[in-house]
């Protein structure tokens, strides 16, 4: 299994970027995917997931009502689309597959509940 994060970049805050999370090995649409941030000399935090049929979804309080996740199963691929970016989203961003199928609702938010990690992506935010 391979997840390929991708669409980091440096932007000026109230900006906007879309991440990418391609899956190989790995069917999206059959397992609850995440994405997570750490930022430097910090911890891993949970930023937003989706479960396995896309019919719940999960945000973390800092970025609800900025952040959407999305997935194209034909694609195989989950997206963030990151609006209104602040100083404080600076980090390096994950995405990553859980190990159950049927995770969902705020368990979704347990990164010890994930078993495939890619490598991040870097969003750094200018003030």
Excluded at 34 to 60: C, D, H, L, P
Aim: net charge positive.
């Amino acid at each position: 299994v391979q997840l390929q994060a991708s669409g980091g970049g440096l932007v000026q805050a109230g900006g906007s970027l879309r991440l990418s999370c391609a899956a190989s090995g790995l069917s999206v649409s059959s397992y609850p995917m995440g994405w997570f941030r750490q930022a430097q000399a910090k911890e891993r935090w949970f930023v937003a997931a989706i479960n396995w049929n896309g019919g719940s979804t999960y945000y973390a309080d800092s970025v609800k009502d900025r952040f959407t996740i999305s997935r194209d199963n034909a694609k195989n691929t989950v997206y963030l689309q990151m609006n209104d970016l602040k100083p404080e989203d600076t980090a390096l961003y994950y995405c990553a597959a859980a190990r159950h199928p049927r995770t969902t609702g705020q368990a979704m938010g347990d990164a010890r509940l994930y078993r495939y990690w890619g490598q991040g992506t870097q969003v750094t935010v200018s003030s």
